[in-house]
């Protein structure tokens, strides 16, 4: 021992204050690890607004409840039309904004602001096989003998949501005609590595 300096002693209260204290600390500091991730993915859940989601989008995508697991997806498509009834002047085509809007908030990526640069842009990969869709793929399709006129994300089982004229969504099976729409081409969005 140094001179001067006391050793310290603890009663058995003091170290059972110290011991809850650094147990806490412990617990606290693993929960903030990703904890967030976990929750907000969770698809084992009771709070109803997920549960209503899970029915909702078993129903669209014709799949049982218990499969549905993108939540966060699902939330941001129903936030859709708030954020487009809060924004509509601001906006141009409803239909590049709602893909705009889903690819930011659920992949943090930003898209080209027109869906002709969005078809040819660089980060768009083609394909014409539909067998090879994932959730977040684009389907393009294309009126006539015009160029590429219409864009919808794909989610799963061979439905894809798209915005119509007016920022009203629509889900549609990909076998489905849209009116007068044929579809052109998959594509699959590359991250960009800048």
Known sequence: MHKGIMP????????????????????????????KKVVHNTIYTDDPEVIEIKKEYANILHIPKDSVKSISLYLNIEKWLAVRDSSISKLGSLNINFIQYLYFFNRKMRLPTSLEKLYVARKTYLFKNSDFLKEGDLVFFKENDRAVKEVGFYLENNIFVAADA????????LKDSITKFKLISNARIVRDDK
């Open 8 to 35: 310290v002693e603890f009663d058995n209260g003091l170290r059972m204050l110290m011991f809850i204290v650094c147990t806490a600390a412990c617990v606290l500091s693993i929960a903030s690890c990703g904890g």
């Open 166 to 173: 007016g920022g009203n969504l629509n889900f549609y099976h």
